[in-house]
Each structure stands twice: as structure tokens, then as C-alpha cells.
């Protein structure tokens, strides 16, 4: 599977995104999937997962309420749709996708099987 983000940019504070990660290889729609995303000079971080089929969803504490995970199955791609920015969430970010349809979303949920090319984030202030 390969999977390649984009909609990243520069917005100001505020603003909203929405990012798109579209896969070849396979179909998504029995996979897990989700967003990590890395800050400049510090580690990476999960930021939202959705199971299987739907069946689990995640999100990180600092982006509850303002961040939205989706699939649409027919164009098989994911979107993470991102509101009221800030500047802390200036990142590249990766989208991310796991095969094991009984994978369950959560803090502690394992690695994903596979990574695909980063999108950078630039929120202003």
C-alpha cells in the first residue's frame, strides 16, 4: 500500500485545513487508518486513528474538538479536516493505515503497518 498526504500549507491562526491521504495498492476500507504528525525538532506524535470498518476512533487530547477523521471509500482516501489551528500544530503530517481489520483505535494502539510521504502544516500567529 502506498499512501501519499497533501493539503498542507500556511494558515494563520484560527484557520482551518483539510488533508487528504490517498492510497493505491489496496483498498482501505477493512483497514485501519490515521494521522501521526511531527513537530520540528520533537518526536512524533499520534494525532487521530479510525478502525476498521469504523468500528474504533481516536483522538489526541490537544486536538479533541477541533479535528475531524474521515474515509470515503469510493475515491479510497482519508481526510483529517482541521479547524481552529495554532501555531502548535505547525508539523509534518504523516497518514498511516494497518491491514488488521480488529485493529482498535486508541492512546496505545500499536504501530501501523504502513507510513506514506508527510504533509507540512505552517500555522502563524
Known amino acids: 500500500v502506498q499512501l501519499q498526504a497533501s493539503g498542507g500549507g500556511l494558515v494563520q491562526a484560527g484557520g482551518s485545513l483539510r488533508l487528504s491521504c490517498a492510497a493505491s495498492g489496496s483498498t482501505l476500507d477493512n483497514y485501519a487508518v490515521g494521522w501521526f504528525r511531527q513537530p520540528p525538532g520533537k518526536a512524533r506524535e499520534q494525532v487521530s486513528c479510525?478502525?476498521?470498518?469504523?468500528?474504533?476512533?481516536y483522538y489526541a487530547d490537544f486536538v479533541k474538538g477541533r479535528f475531524t477523521i474521515s474515509r470515503d471509500n469510493v475515491s479510497n482516501t482519508v481526510f483529517l479536516q482541521m479547524t481552529s489551528l495554532e501555531p502548535e500544530d505547525t508539523a509534518a503530517y504523516h497518514c498511516?493505515?494497518?491491514?488488521?481489520?480488529?485493529?482498535?483505535?486508541?492512546?496505545?494502539?500499536?504501530?501501523?503497518?504502513?507510513w506514506g510521504r508527510g504533509t507540512q502544516v505552517t500555522v502563524s500567529s
Open positions: 498511516i493505515a494497518d491491514p488488521d481489520s480488529n485493529y482498535y483505535c486508541s492512546e496505545y494502539g500499536p504501530p501501523m503497518r504502513y
Open positions: 479510525l478502525g476498521a470498518g469504523d468500528r474504533s476512533i
